[in-house]
């Protein structure tokens, strides 16, 4: 008689748990959404256009002044580095920057897809902090495109009566730096007001009046109000391109350029520290 054996079913496997999305992931992440978007190239493509745009027709005026002035006039070439980077188009593109770097945040919301993003990562601060990073890249690289272009054009227009002034031009240099990163600074603060807010319209309507709308009423002739406007990105913006002192016998407070560097490293800075505190504390 023989016995029988019985052979050991193999135990069930137990499931291999995911492993957690590394912050490298999650910047590929955000780059595909924000590729994706159709509108993303035309919104970037016609903002650069507008904004060099802009340069052209203000070195087109100037040469008209530069036609009309004295020699002595004509010498002073601190402004012709000014008219490279003209306010107006300046504005429009902190307006565009701002607003799509609040749609990195209120898109989802208003979508639902947020919900899928913190199911997949519940690490909400890590996934602010990709927008960020991936925000700022796309911004920094946009703005030193614009402000490049601006500059060259600008000049290429003024050599036409030798009034262009070369990148070794005192002043040149910051003024590129300043104008390539006003479009990142502006969108950061987008992102902050996108996660604050949570609304598309609300959300717009804050950015563009923090932005643009709101430094204009503080005047520089009190100290208190000039160094409320000094704090605001749009001022700082215009200290680090003009590119000549301040006149010491006007009675308005000139903004200092490290004090406008600390500008532009603060407002950023304060808005992404408190998008991640935000999501951290806040449901979905």
């Known amino acids: 008689m023989t016995t029988a054996t019985s052979v050991p079913t193999a135990a069930s496997s137990a499931p291999v748990a995911e492993p957690p999305a590394r912050f490298r992931d999650l910047l590929t992440s955000e780059w595909i959404k924000m590729r994706s978007l159709r509108s993303t190239p035309w919104t970037l493509a016609l903002t650069a256009l507008f904004v060099i745009g802009s340069a052209a027709i203000a070195a087109l005026a100037e040469i008209n002044n530069l036609r009309t002035m004295s020699p002595a006039a004509r010498a002073n070439q601190g402004f012709h580095v000014f008219v490279a980077f003209p306010a107006a188009g300046y504005m429009a593109l902190m307006l565009v920057a701002g607003s799509v770097g609040a749609l990195t945040v209120v898109s989802e919301y208003s979508s639902g897809l947020i919900r899928t993003t913190t199911v997949a990562v519940p690490a909400r601060g890590a996934v602010v902090l990709a927008k960020a990073v991936v925000t700022a890249a796309l911004w920094t690289a946009v703005g030193t ?17 030798q009034a262009g002034v070369p990148l070794t031009h005192p002043g040149v240099l910051r003024a590129l730096m300043a104008s390539a990163q006003l479009a990142p600074v502006c969108a950061l603060i987008g992102l902050g007001f996108g996660t604050l807010i949570r609304h598309s ?13 709101l430094p204009p009423i503080f005047s520089q002739s009190a100290r208190w109000s000039a160094a409320i406007s000094h704090a605001m990105p749009v001022t700082a913006w215009k200290r680090l391109v003009q590119n000549w002192a301040p006149d010491p016998h006007s009675l308005a407070y000139s903004a200092t ?9 603060l407002w950023p800075l304060i808005a992404v520290v408190l998008a991640v505190a935000i999501v ?5």
């Open 280 to 284: 951290r504390h806040r449901d979905v």
């Open 257 to 265: 350029v490290p004090g406008s560097w600390a500008v532009y490293a």
């Open 201 to 213: 319209a609300t959300t717009m309507v804050t950015s563009a009046f923090t932005l643009v709308m």
């Open 145 to 161: 495109v614009i402000s490049t272009g601006c500059f060259l054009i600008s000049q290429a227009i003024l050599n036409g009566q």
